[in-house]
């Protein structure tokens, strides 16, 4: 009894795990393919001074829509891309695409694309000057482009090699900024000693804004510790008028998120421009907002 018990109980794990080991396989391989048949494509999400009401800049987001498996969001797909050593060919992807991207769009407005980038990237010795060789290609300036950096992925690579590879790119007038600030654990003195431009608050402290308070009191110590620094700021995810308001009473007026602007198509991104002009003045507020 007690072993076919044992035999029962192997047979049931065995087919729990099949059946795990078949979802993953078959993302994986969805995975491979998309990257072989070059089957992705770039979103846009704009980063806004609600007060100024300027565009100040633009994200670029990947995306993949799978035949089987429908649309698999970053945030699965990307530590997948990490894990089977394909980022760095994912990554690639993304550069050339949005370099090309930004070359298409109508050249009056010139606003600089952020492009998020994964630690394993920064480990290549040639990161730096193949960026530098691409946007020359396209004949645009290094203050077009700006990479964004998770603080874990800062962290992890606490070496003088990454150092090194943030100065040769802030050297050429690429912009660096911290994503997702105030999630890993890098210490003041840390971010002191790296050349940045700009801290991302994290949309986890925006989220149960303007009523938590504890929330409302780092986001106002972040903006201190920013502005001490001496580094710009952007607030992620922000979803209403009330959450935008406090941001830009407490001094963080670039705010980014469903409230200003949905991810949008390369498409829709030149028909922004052609609406905003060179002043690039953001024309999607609600009526009667000020801040
Ligand atoms: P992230 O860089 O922090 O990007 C912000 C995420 O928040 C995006 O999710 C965006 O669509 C979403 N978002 C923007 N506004 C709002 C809002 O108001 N509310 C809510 N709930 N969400 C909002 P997405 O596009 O799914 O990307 C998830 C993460 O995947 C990104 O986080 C980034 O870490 C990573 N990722 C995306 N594209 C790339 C890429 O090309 N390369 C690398 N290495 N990572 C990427
Ligand atoms: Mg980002
Ligand atoms: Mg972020
Ligand atoms: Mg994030």
């Known amino acids: 009894r007690a072993k076919e018990a044992g035999r029962n109980h192997f047979c049931f794990y065995n087919a729990m795990m099949g059946e795990r080991n078949y979802a993953d396989l078959a993302l994986e391989h969805?995975?491979?393919?998309?990257?072989?048949?070059?089957?992705?494509?770039?979103?846009?999400?704009?980063?806004?001074?609600?007060?100024?009401?300027?565009?100040?800049?633009?994200e670029a987001l990947v995306r993949w829509t799978d035949e089987q498996l429908g649309p698999v969001s970053p945030a699965e797909f990307i530590p997948l891309a990490e894990k089977l050593g394909l980022i760095e060919e994912l990554g690639e992807w993304v550069l050339d695409e949005v370099i090309r991207q930004m070359a298409a769009w109508?050249?009056?407005?010139r606003i600089p694309v952020s492009i998020?980038?994964?630690?394993?990237?920064?480990?290549?010795?040639?990161?730096?000057?193949?960026i530098a060789k691409r946007l020359a290609a396209y004949q645009l300036p290094a203050q077009r482009l700006e990479l964004e950096l998770t603080e874990s992925c800062l962290v992890l690579g606490q070496d003088s090699t990454q150092k090194t590879l943030l100065r040769d790119l802030?050297?050429?007038?690429?912009?660096?900024?911290?994503?997702?600030?105030?999630?890993?654990?890098?210490?003041?003195?840390?971010?002191?000693q790296l050349p940045l431009d700009t801290i991302k608050i994290d949309a986890s402290f925006i989220r149960e804004l303007p009523g938590n308070r504890e929330d409302a009191q780092l986001v106002w110590a972040i903006i201190g510790m920013a502005r001490a620094l001496g580094l710009d700021l952007v607030a992620e995810g922000v979803e209403t008028a009330a959450q935008a308001t406090l941001l830009a009473g407490l001094g963080c007026c670039v705010c980014q998120g469903y409230w200003l602007a949905r991810p949008a198509s390369a498409d829709q991104v030149a028909q922004w421009m052609d609406e905003v002009g060179p002043e690039a003045q953001w024309q999607g507020f609600p009526d009667g907002w000020e801040p």
């Open 30 to 58: 969805g995975l491979r393919k998309a990257l072989r048949q070059q089957d992705l494509f770039v979103v846009y999400q704009p980063k806004i001074d609600v007060v100024s009401r300027q565009w100040v800049g633009l």
């Open 106 to 109: 109508p050249q009056q407005v």
């Open 170 to 192: 802030r050297a050429q007038g690429i912009g660096i900024s911290v994503d997702d600030f105030g999630t890993g654990y890098s210490s003041l003195s840390y971010l002191r």
């Open 116 to 130: 998020n980038v994964s630690a394993r990237q920064l480990l290549d010795g040639q990161f730096a000057v193949r």
